[in-house]
């Protein structure tokens, strides 16, 4: 069955939601997904022009904000415009994300609190700036990882910061529940998009990739959004504290070990079949 024609979804036509990182990759894919379902749709980035390209495809029902979620006063701005714009907010996605690949004794403090930043604080800043004007109900999705509950060798900061997005969105739906807030995750496994181009672009890497999905795939940003928009809509009205994973089946066996180290010997980290490539693009290994 071709993707597009699975997704026939609905939202009510006066909801307004908020996306992050909606310029690129997932995040873009949810905003249009969620535009489609019948939503107005803010869409932030900290590449404004990104996020501006996307609304003006979608053109009426959409409005961009250039912001970097690591800066509370740039998401309270982007927060107030889309109040000002729309009206409201009942929806969030707060997707925006970052991740390197690293030797845990390799990373830099920088590296590891860039993971803090963007991951914890930035999802923070992104909530609870659009809760405090939420009024009536709503629905949050955040966007953690297969890394939020599988761990994975060179990938300590990722992970670990990912498992704190799988643990706020429990938390506040404990908290929000009250106030008719859901709060679930999304975890995405590997799904193409510009912070995976660099890995998928090594022939063994993606042909490893493909072996260890059931589904027999690199997963699309679309195949994210659809359930972004299952969360954002009444079909799962009393569902509420979850991480639903969405990775073709990729951890069903446990967490591919993409990379691991030959314990035995204590030697170097060595990829499965494939050249090591760090999310920045940068070769650190392998054949
Ligand atoms: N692609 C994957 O395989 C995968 C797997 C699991 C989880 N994720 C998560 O999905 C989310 C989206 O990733 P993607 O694959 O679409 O990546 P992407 O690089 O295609 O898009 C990320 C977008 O977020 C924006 N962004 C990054 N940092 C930001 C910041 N500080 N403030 C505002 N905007 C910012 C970027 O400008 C970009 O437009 C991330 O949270 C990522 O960790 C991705």
Partial sequence: MPDADVAVQHLPSDSVALVTGAANGIGRAAAIALHAAGARV???????????????????????????????????AAVAGTVDTFGRIDIVAANAGY???????DIEERVWQRHLDVNLTGTFNVVQAAVRVMRGGGSIILTGSTASTFPCDLFSAYATTKAGVAMLARSLAAELGRQQIRVNAVLPGVIESNMTDSILADGPTRLLVEQETPLGRVGHPEDVADVIVFLASAASRYVTGNSILVDGGQTTHGFPRWFSADASTGGDFEPHGARMIAFDGTATGGS
Avoid: M, Y
């Fill in 42 to 76: 803010a869409l932030v980035d900290r590449d404004g022009q990104g996020a501006d390209a996307v609304a003006a495809q979608l053109g009426e029902r959409a409005a961009s904000f250039a912001a970097d979620i690591t800066d509370r006063r740039q998401v309270d």
């Fill in 99 to 105: 991740g390197r690949f690293g030797a845990f004794v």
